[in-house]
T-cell receptor, first 111, second 115 residues
Framework: NAGVTQTPKFQVLKTGQSMTLQCAQD?????MSWYRQDPGMGLRLIHY???????DQGEVPNGYNVSRSTTEDFPLRLLSAAPSQTSVYFC??????????FGQGTRLTVV | QKEVEQDPGPLSVPEGAIVSLNCTYS??????FMWYRQYSRKGPELLMY????GNKEDGRFTAQVDKSSKYISLFIRDSQPSDSATYLC???????????????FGDGTTLTVKP
């Protein structure tokens, strides 16, 4: 089935560890985005990409890196995990208009 | 002040009621207006989007945009228990503009429809 696949679904990290959240889409969408969702705060944009090789910062980029080497994949790297990065992370693929499909999310806890 | 403000809720209504969910915004560059539904522990799902001002209907759902007032609404008719979810409004600018690739979301309104 077409869609956005995120892995892992759950992760516990220790403070200072690094990890990569994977995101893949099979709809050939140019645009992809990473959001974090915290209770009562809606979705906040971390980084986004408008095509392979092109990325830009969103609202809350500090502590995260992204790259976009292919149209399909858009991984999010946490450089040195902090408790403030405990959140639910969503990857989305979008058309020029809007986020069309979201992944199921990665629930990350940093202890 | 946030670019997008959404009525916070939570909202609890009896089955069959008409529900109104609302957002206001401040950025005049927004041209696309979206509503997403998010069930607990799931990713958001796009319900509807509209371009510029006007109404759009899809079954029991009607999206309304008033750009002059910077105000958007989602109406749910004959609400069902299965409509119980968090509803998020979102807005974006044209894909060729400097804001391309970015949507701005409201914080969400949690709706409970009681049988």
């Amino acid at each position: 089935n077409a869609g956005v696949t995120q892995t892992p679904k759950f992760q516990v990290l220790k403070t200072g560890q690094s990890m990569t959240l994977q995101c893949a889409q099979d709809m050939n969408h140019e645009y992809m985005s990473w959001y974090r969702q915290d209770p009562g705060m809606g979705l906040r944009l971390i980084h986004y990409s408008v095509g392979a090789g092109i990325t830009d910062q969103g609202e809350v980029p500090n502590g995260y890196n992204v790259s976009r080497s292919t149209t399909e994949d858009f991984p999010l790297r946490l450089l040195s995990a902090a408790p403030s990065q405990t959140s639910v992370y969503f990857c989305a693929s979008r058309t020029r208009v809007t986020e069309a499909f979201f992944g199921q999310g990665t629930r990350l806890t940093v202890v | 002040q946030k670019e997008v403000e959404q009525d916070p809720g939570p909202l609890s209504v009896p089955e069959g009621a008409i529900v109104s969910l609302n957002c206001t915004y401040s950025n005049s560059a927004f041209q696309y207006f979206m509503w997403y539904r998010q069930y607990s522990r799931k990713g958001p799902e796009l319900l509807m989007y509209t371009y510029s001002s006007g109404n759009k209907e899809d079954g029991r759902f009607t999206a309304q945009v008033d750009k002059s007032s910077k105000y958007i609404s989602l109406f749910i008719r004959d609400s069902q228990p299965s409509d119980s979810a968090t509803y998020l409004c979102a807005m974006s600018a044209w894909g060729g503009s400097a804001n391309a690739g970015k949507s701005t979301f409201g914080d969400g309104t949690t709706l409970t429809v009681k049988p």
